[in-house]
C-alpha cells in the first residue's frame, strides 16, 4: 500500500515538472514567433514605403508634360499641323 503511495506521488511529480517544462517551452516558442512576426510587420512596412515611392515616381516619369518633352528632346517628334492630320473612319457593313 504504501509502495502504491509512493509510485502515485513520482509519478504525479513527474507529471508536474513534465507540464511545467511544457508551459516552458510553449511560452518560450510563442515569444520567438511573436519576434518573428514584428520583423515581418517590418519588412511589410518597409515595403509599403517602397511601393509608395515607386508609385509617385511613375506618376512623376508618366506626366504628359514630360513625355512630351522627351519625345521632342530625344526623337525629335513633333505635332503635326492640321493639314497633315488624316482621319480614317470605319465603315460598318
Partial sequence: MVLARWLLVVVL???VIGSGVA???????????FMELQSFYKVRDQLDEEWGRLLLEQSTLARQGRVEHLARERLGMVVPNPSEVVIITLMKW
Fill in 13 to 15: 511529480s513527474a507529471l
Fill in 23 to 33: 508551459v516552458v517551452y510553449v511560452k518560450h516558442e510563442n515569444r520567438k514567433l
